[in-house]
């Protein structure tokens, strides 16, 4: 069974910083493209960054420049190293997969900026 788990999320004051932790179970990790999303309320998921199992990221547009997203395949985890953090970075953030043709979520981790 593919499970997905977040962590790391809290509340945060503009300008400071945060580490997300995603452990991933169930899969071969290495192999496996792994993404981080986020939803603010009223607004539809984003993608903000992913990373391939060979290392390579893409970033949205509105992270660019503040977020990092990078891997350790002996962990099983993929990580989103926040900075210069925003009120309208506050979000759920969630990380996630794919199985076969299936997406699979973990249960997201809030974080939350204020000004």
């Known amino acids: 069974q593919v499970q997905v788990a977040e962590s790391g999320g809290g509340l945060v004051q503009a300008g400071g910083s945060l580490r997300l932790s995603c452990e991933v179970s169930?899969?071969?990790?290495?192999?496996?493209?792994m993404y981080w999303y986020r939803q603010a309320p009223g607004k539809q998921r984003e993608l903000v960054a992913h990373?391939?199992?060979?290392?390579?990221?893409e970033y949205g547009d509105s992270v660019k420049g503040r977020f990092t997203i990078s891997r350790d395949n002996a962990k099983n985890t993929v990580y989103l190293q926040m900075d210069s953090l925003r009120p309208e970075d506050t979000a759920v953030y969630y990380c996630?997969?794919?199985?076969?043709?299936?997406?699979?979520w973990g249960q997201g981790t809030q974080v939350t900026v204020s000004s």
């Open positions: 990373i391939t199992g060979g290392g390579s990221t």
């Open positions: 996630k997969t794919r199985y076969g043709w299936d997406d699979v």
């Open positions: 169930g899969v071969i990790f290495s192999g496996k493209i």
